[in-house]
């Protein structure tokens, strides 16, 4: 049951994380200028181009994987530890 949960909270959460950076900057870099997250203004003030994936969205994908994370960290320190077998054998040093 833990390697399900395991595996569940580290693919839910890379791939929010890599969807909010690699993706939606994948998609910007595509639509063109302008990169930044600020929208781009001429002399008079007024805004004459703005980024095609809202920062926020953008944000808020990662953050909500480092949530995942987060929530998925405090499930280990309360779930109990398995017995797992491990293989050890004694050795004598040479």
């Given amino acids: 049951m833990t390697d399900i949960i395991d595996k569940a909270a580290m693919a839910l959460s890379g791939g929010l994380m890599l969807l909010g950076i690699v993706g939606l900057g994948v998609v910007e870099i595509l639509a063109g200028a302008p990169y930044g997250a600020a929208p781009v203004t001429n002399d008079a003030g007024e805004i004459v181009a703005t980024p095609m994936v809202d920062p926020v969205l953008r944000t808020g994908l990662v953050l909500a994987g480092?949530?995942?994370?987060?929530?998925?960290?405090?499930?280990?320190?309360?779930?109990p530890a398995e017995d797992r077998d491990i293989d050890r054998r004694e050795m004598t040093a040479d």
């Fill in 66 to 79: 480092l949530a995942v994370l987060g929530l998925y960290a405090a499930y280990r320190m309360m779930a």
